[in-house]
């Protein structure tokens, strides 16, 4: 994939608006909650990593609070833990955008940049922000390996990419060639419902992990 023009921002204003639905939402936690983040969250890690991990959208009450992807709930617990098993950030992660914690090789970003209501983006919402996932893929010289968490991230990346979704079925642990720089690798979502009722397991997370790190090699 070639480098992003340099006319296409990487990261949405903090006042965007492009989904309406989505800005009222913010506006309405602003209202509610006015000590929280409260927008777009922007990518986490350094543009020269080899890793990019793509979620779908903030949690409310964890990156929609925080200001950074995964952080301040249990899917950025188990996210973050497992990046430190394998070798992935430095710090000690606390749960809050301040705390010093850093990631090493490794981006994280969502395909979508506001929180949406119920945890849910419409097609309209998730179209609107390709364009800043797109310009994300064509930043980083170094890419090697895009880690998607959930289907709906793995289809987010394909059709940012163009690609038919059929032909790349998504499939915990699984791996695609999709004809570019990096692979595609697929998780369950380090969700707490996943985690609860068992379809991810800490094990099963890590074994992604392993086969990112078997692929990408230590640093």
Known sequence: MSKAPQSIELEPALNCSKCARLAAFREANSNSHGDWFNGPVPSFGGADARLLIVGLAPGLKGANRTGRPFTGDYAGDL???????????????????????????????????????QNKPTG???????PFLAARLGSMPRLEAVLALGRIAH?????????????????????????????????????????????????????????????IGQN
């Open 79 to 117: 996210l973050y833990a497992t990046l430190d098993k394998y070798g992935l950030s430095s710090g000690t992660y606390g749960g809050h955008a301040d705390d010093g914690y850093a990631l090493r090789d490794c981006m994280v970003t969502n395909a979508v940049r506001c929180v949406p209501p």
């Open 124 to 130: 309209e919402e998730q179209a609107n922000c390709r």
């Open 155 to 215: 289809d987010a990346v394909l059709t940012t990419l163009d690609l038919r979704k059929s032909a790349y079925p998504f499939a915990h642990a699984r791996s695609h060639d999709l004809g570019q720089p990096f692979l595609l690798f697929d998780s369950y979502h380090c969700s707490r419902y996943n985690t609860n009722t068992g379809r991810l397991t800490a094990a099963m997370f890590e074994d992604v992990f392993g086969l990112i790190r078997r692929h």
